[in-house]
């Protein structure tokens, strides 16, 4: 089997890896670095920088835990040098295991060339050409820049351009209230920016439980950020001393920086799809079904570019479904991705992690559920380290005890949440939570008794 996957990020790289480990002749095509936008841009710049910043808040509450008052500063320059510390070694722990497993990785862009061909370019030229049994494209996504926005890496920004900028910004305008932009807020804001946030909506994370949008909007009235609220930004004037960014009913807000987080777009432009017959729909997107075929069988999409749930979580899973399918594992144990079942964290403060179904949806759709709620008020960890905001909430179904979903708000839930994750893809009941013997004193406590 001769496999060639385009795009070496989380879904690329755990494709090639599983293939490889199955039997398959593996290529990787990658522009940039083995791990993707999600190891430059993404998923570990940013987490690298709130771990930063979560170390500067937790220290300005030093107090809280007997010490005497801390007043920590960010040294940049070291930031920085942490920041590309991180991402080159997992960039570097990436490659080796795929070079280990025998699988080619070529630097270049790739396109295909028809179904079964696929090109490598340098500098626009082509260098090298693959026939393939199978081709993966996983090339990603990128951040979406409005028309009515400049971006010059200086003043105007993308995450691309945040980690960290040459100066923390003195007041950053955060553009856009979904997951990015609420955890950029934090970021900046723990690294010592004065913040304001544009949301275009009536609450933060307007795809989320409300109970949790509150509890992070509390925390950032809490922390001084500037919320304007149901505004929808539709300019950005420049000068020499910061932007002033226009509104829709007429605000304009003034800061030193903006920062344009308003979702991304699909790698699918130049992939040469045209000469294969792969839909791609009016998004930019690659439809798939649920083995992540597009609509030539043995083209296959996944990751950000399949216009599923865009997690690098996701992409991984969905890399290695693809793998198993190309190999002919799928009529055996194989189990479909249920997108529905995905684990998501916000890496704010407090944390927000959820899972399965929310609450407000089942209330949505008329749906009888059980609903459980605990306070970390209330469990000792939590008290103990200080940090006794949040909850955890267990929605189960009252007929059996199933755990449906939950959602957790509080420090360390996006670990937490694994728990709940396997609950939820196993069909355990709350009674299996209930019982299960916890350390203690330990957060997880409160997952027990929520489900008592
Ligand atoms: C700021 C930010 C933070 C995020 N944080 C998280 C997080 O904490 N947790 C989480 O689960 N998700 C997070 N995400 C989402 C996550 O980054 C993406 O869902 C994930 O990276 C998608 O993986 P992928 O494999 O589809 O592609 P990518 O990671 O985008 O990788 C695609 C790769 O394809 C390469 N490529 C593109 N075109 C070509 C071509 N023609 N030829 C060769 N190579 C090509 C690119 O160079 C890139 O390396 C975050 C996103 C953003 C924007």
């Not at 709940?420 to 209930?434: E, F, K, M, S, W």
Request: charged share 20%; aromatic share 4%.
């Amino acid at each position: 089997m001769r496999f060639v996957v385009i795009g070496g990020g989380p879904a690329g790289l755990r494709a090639a890896s599983t293939a490889a480990r199955l039997g398959a002749e593996v290529v990787v095509i990658e522009r940039d670095v083995i791990g993707g936008a999600a190891n430059l841009w993404d998923c570990i710049p940013s987490k690298a920088m709130i771990a930063t910043g979560a170390l500067v808040s937790r220290a300005r509450r030093a107090e809280l835990l007997g010490v005497c008052p801390l007043n920590p500063e960010v040294d940049l320059k070291s930031l920085a040098i942490r920041v590309r510390d991180v991402e080159e070694r997992l960039v570097s722990s990436g490659t080796s295991q795929l070079e280990s497993q025998g699988v080619r990785i070529v630097r270049g862009s790739g396109r295909m060339n028809g179904p079964h061909c696929v090109e490598v370019c340098s500098s626009g030229e082509p260098v090298e050409t693959f026939e393939a049994d199978a081709v993966l494209l996983s090339t990603g996504s990128s951040p979406r820049i409005p028309e009515w926005a400049e971006i010059d890496g200086d003043r105007v920004l993308t995450t691309r351009q945040a980690y960290p900028p040459p100066t923390i910004p003195e007041h950053l305008v955060v553009i856009g209230s979904g997951v990015t932009g609420v955890e950029f807020v934090h970021m900046f804001s723990s690294l010592g920016s004065r913040v304001t946030l544009i949301v275009s909506r009536q609450q933060v994370l307007p795809a989320k439980d409300p109970e949790v949008a509150a509890a992070l909007e509390a925390d950032f009235l809490a922390r001084g950020v500037n919320l304007a609220i149901g505004a929808r930004a539709t300019a950005i004037d420049r000068s020499t001393l910061g932007v002033a960014v226009r509104c829709d009913d007429g605000r304009v807000i003034e800061g030193s920086h903006a920062l344009v987080c308003i979702g991304s777009v699909p790698c699918s432009e130049g992939l040469g799809l045209e000469t294969t017959g792969v839909n791609v729909n009016s998004g930019g997107y690659v439809p798939v079904n649920r083995h992540c075929q597009t609509n030539i069988p043995h083209i296959y999409a996944a990751g950000d570019l399949s216009g599923r749930l865009p997690l690098a979580s996701v992409a991984a899973v969905q890399g290695h479904k693809v793998a198993e399918h190309v190999m002919g594992l799928h009529t055996h144990s194989h189990r479909h991705l249920d997108y529905d079942k995905a684990a998501s964290a916000i890496f704010t403060e407090p944390e927000i992690a959820d899972v399965g179904l929310a609450e407000a949806e089942a209330f949505a759709v008329g749906r009888k559920i059980r609903v459980t709620k605990v306070p970390y008020a209330s469990n000792a960890r939590a008290l103990i380290d200080g940090e006794p905001r949040g909850f955890v909430k267990i929605v189960s179904d009252p007929a059996t005890g199933v755990v449906l979903g939950g959602s957790i708000v509080g420090s360390h839930a996006a670990e937490l949440v694994s728990v709940l994750a396997l609950a939820v893809t196993a069909n355990l009941r709350v009674i299996d939570l209930a019982e299960s013997l916890f350390v203690h004193p330990a957060l997880a406590e409160a997952l027990a008794e929520a489900a008592e």
